[in-house]
């Protein structure tokens, strides 16, 4: 594995061009920025097969700090070379998004943002009548959950990765800081000072895979802005509240070792949704960053799970 310090991609610095390593990798992969209805700059990527119609499309949300461009777009890759067409967008203040990085002040907003754009894909005449489904990874399994509250019949089904329901309390500040916290936001809701441990640490379990996140050009490396957190503590409260409100056909995914997002709320989830159609894997060992972080082994054996689930919720796949 090619650890460089200039490396290009997250894959290495060959092929030289992003469109050269699409094509070695038999997909079609297009870029661009998407204004939202409250008037922000988005940067957005797809995924798309090469050798045949798309079976679904799949609507994917990044996690707190990530982006689109880097080691998240290896599970996109993956699915739209097993036939999906995959979609995903730089979140607010996020990778090449409009927003001051890292800071997100009301996730309301983001998900209207995340619901315009994934709308305008499901629109094209060309999905027309295909199956359609969010993907999320930690925060953004958060989102994709408040996607579905705004419309109950409006998706077939969900991917949940390491979903951020609650945040797990070996890496949230104990009291009383969160008070404390709550009071500063009022006043300097953008200032970086929450006291943290290092996500990308706590997520990946491979040395060498830390190497290539840490490489990220577009990772934000700050401490957690004091608006963001609280704005997460409050979703993730209130998700972990709404739980039994849950009707979508879902598989949640989560390693029995993770510090970041909480496992046992996964469990909960599993539980408590009123979903007809749900499947829940926790799998042993395994951390944070299931579809990257992991051994090459775990990283395939978390992708047959979701393609397997995704196949039989396919008519084609049947």
Known sequence: ?????????????????????????????????????????????????????????????????????????????????????????????????????????????????????????????????????????????????????????????????????????????????????????????TLPIVPTADLLDKSVKVEEKKIIGGMNPMRYRGKPRLGTVIELLRVTEYLSSKLSDATIPFIVLHGSADVVTDPSVSRDLYEAAKSDDKTIKIYEGMMHSLLFGETDENVETVRRDIVSWLNERCSQGK
């Not at 090619?2 to 038999?26: A, C, I, M, V």
């Not at 969900?158 to 009022?186: H, N, Q, Y």
Request: net charge neutral; aromatic share 14%; with cysteine.
């Open 1 to 189: 594995m090619d650890n460089t310090q200039n490396r290009l991609h997250f894959w290495g610095n060959t092929p030289e061009s992003e469109e050269e390593y699409y094509k070695s990798e038999n997909i079609i992969s297009s870029k661009s920025f998407y204004k939202s209805p409250r008037g922000l700059s988005l940067f957005t990527r797809s995924w798309l097969p090469v050798s045949s119609p798309p079976r679904g499309i799949i609507c994917m949300v990044h996690g707190y700090g990530n982006d689109i461009s880097w080691t998240f777009q290896s599970t996109p890759i993956y699915l739209a070379q097993m036939g999906f067409a995959c979609f995903a967008l730089d979140l607010e203040g996020h990778g090449h998004s409009q927003g001051l990085k890292a800071f997100v002040p009301n996730v309301d907003f983001v998900v209207d943002d995340c619901s315009s754009f994934f709308n305008s894909i499901k629109q094209k005449s060309e999905f027309h009548g295909l199956p359609s489904f969010l993907y999320g990874e930690s925060m953004g399994g958060a989102i994709c959950l408040l996607i579905h509250f705004k419309d109950h019949k409006a998706w077939n089904g969900a991917i949940l990765a390491a979903p951020m329901c609650k945040i797990s309390d070996k890496v949230k500040p104990s009291w009383p800081i969160p008070e404390i916290l709550t009071i500063f936001a009022k006043f300097l809701p």
